[in-house]
């Protein structure tokens, strides 16, 4: 854990059905996306990093455990970030997720 690091209440656990993506902002200005599969959530960088478009607004694929970009459909794993096909090859930002009484919070 790097320096400065803390847990940030994002939302509400119940409120986010498998299969759901949900955009957060963090109160350091962050772009965050949630999203969950089965009992695993996820939290990545919400921005594009071929370009700006808003990851929320995309595609998530459940079997494959990724999210595609709505602008040129990029696919990022959520677990890791990377990339799984052009243009995009830089990976999205991943953080570290718990569940604490009904909320999600994300280590920023
Ligand atoms: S902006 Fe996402 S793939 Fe181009």
Not at 6 to 19: I, N, P, Q, Y
Not at 47 to 58: E, M, Q, V
Request: proline fraction near 5%.
């Amino acid at each position: 854990m790097s320096e400065g690091s803390e847990w940030v209440r994002a939302v509400d656990s119940r409120s986010l059905k498998s299969g759901d993506m949900v955009d957060f902002d963090a109160p350091d200005g962050r772009q965050i996306l949630i999203a969950r599969i089965g009992d695993r959530i996820f939290a990545t960088d919400r921005i594009c990093t071929h370009a700006y478009a808003d990851l929320s607004t995309g595609f998530m694929n459940e079997q494959e455990g990724t999210v595609t970009c709505p602008l040129h459909l990029s696919a990022f794993k959520l677990e890791n970030g990377v990339p799984q096909n052009l243009p995009a090859k830089e990976p999205l930002r991943t953080y570290k997720v718990k569940i604490q009484d009904n909320s999600i919070y994300i280590l920023l």
